[in-house]
């Protein structure tokens, strides 16, 4: 059974960090690009950065370019997403995605940012 489960969110204050984490399980993580996503009420889930299946290529929002950096460890099965100066506008369900021959979904960890 495919599993994708996110950790890591929580309440930070503008300017601050998180790390996402997404631990895979149930497929061959090796083959598939991961993305992350994420969800505000009543708006389109809004695609945030996506790392091939080896790591070596990485693309990201124009919204969060050079501020989120996205990750992973093949050894682990495990997807990251580094986010720095956070922003009250980054508040969302952090989702992830993963996409291959098949596409899966995690339930979202929630990101707000507020002081």
């Known amino acids: 059974q495919v599993h994708l489960v996110e950790s890591g969110g929580g309440l930070v204050q503008p300017g601050e960090s998180l790390r996402l984490s997404c631990a895979a399980s149930g497929f061959t993580f090796t083959w598939y690009a991961m993305n992350w996503y994420r969800q505000v009420p009543g708006k389109e889930r809004e695609w945030v950065a996506r790392?091939?299946?080896?790591?070596?290529?990485?693309n990201y929002a124009d919204s969060v370019k050079g501020r989120f950096t996205i990750s992973r460890d093949n050894a682990k099965n495990t997807v990251y997403l580094q986010m720095n100066s956070l922003r009250p506008e980054d508040t969302a369900v952090y989702l992830c995605n993963a996409r291959g021959y098949y596409t899966y979904w995690g339930q979202g960890t929630q990101v707000t940012v507020s002081s």
């Open positions: 790392i091939e299946n080896t790591g070596d290529n990485t």
